[in-house]
Nanobody, 120 residues
């Protein structure tokens, strides 16, 4: 069964950092790229970044490029999102998903996500 599990969220002060993890339950998922998305309260889901499992192709949304870094650990079947210089407006539930169409179109099914709260 398709499963991606997000973790690593929490409460952090503005200017701080967090690293989110997205672990794939099966190596078969490597035929798809993986993207990170977020949804703030009352807002639409927003694309952040995407990466191919080879690590050779990476794509960022303009809103996070330079602050967020996406990476992959093939041995752990895990994609990471390193978030630096966090701002209160980064507060949201963060999700990962397989990418249906490069670079930012996800599949329709979503996991529970991980909550990130940035205090001012």
């Amino acid at each position: 069964q398709l499963q991606l599990v997000e973790s690593g969220g929490g409460l952090v002060q503005a200017g701080g950092s967090l690293r989110l993890s997205c672990k794939a339950s099966r190596r078969a998922f490597r035929s798809y790229a993986v993207g990170w998305f977020r949804q703030g309260q009352g807002k639409e889901r927003e694309f952040l970044a995407t990466i191919r499992w080879s690590g050779g192709s990476i794509y960022y949304a303009d809103s996070v490029e330079g602050r967020f870094t996406i990476s992959v650990d093939n041995a752990e079947n895990t994609v990471y999102l390193q978030m630096n210089s966090l701002k209160p407006e980064d507060t949201a539930v963060y999700y990962c998903n397989l990418i249906r169409s490069w670079p930012r179109e996800p599949f329709d099914s979503w996991g529970q996500g991980t909550q990130v709260t940035v205090s001012s």
